[in-house]
């Protein structure tokens, strides 16, 4: 079956099979890397992509119920092909650690800044509490998402 999306503002055409998940058709037929095959089970957040500006588990939503809605991945975040603000802050404040989660992070924490831009310390842990990371103790990741804040 051929599916229509809109993947960081561009129709794609794609053949999808009629479960086939979100996270397969980008990362295998649209060459979208930056969502992470994780735990495949919805667990861990390395695979969550906004769709309509909400962030979700790619993992988890079949890739037909998403036509006709806007997918954004971290590749979309870019601005003219620089990192977006939350993008550099990671850099800035080396939140990438091993950079398995970092994409998840980031999406969730854009979604985070889109609905609360003040975001406290607290309301950032609660923003990232579905994205798990085994390599830190998530200091440097909050750091990076109050110093998009503040931008």
Known sequence: MTLTLKVNGRQCEVA?????SLLDVLRDKLSLTGAKKGCNQG????CTVLVDGRPVRSCLSVANNCAGREITTVEGLAVDGEPSPLQQAF?????VQCGFCT????ISAHALL????KATTQDIRDGLSGNL?????????VDAVRGA???
């Open 43 to 46: 667990v861990c957040g390395a």
């Open 149 to 151: 804040a503040r931008r």
């Open 133 to 141: 990371c085994r390599c830190s103790g998530y200091k440097k990741i």
């Open 16 to 20: 999808a099979g009629a479960f086939e």
């Open 114 to 117: 889109e609905a609360n831009p």
């Open 103 to 106: 994409s998840g992070m980031i």
């Open 91 to 95: 850099l800035d404040h080396g939140a």
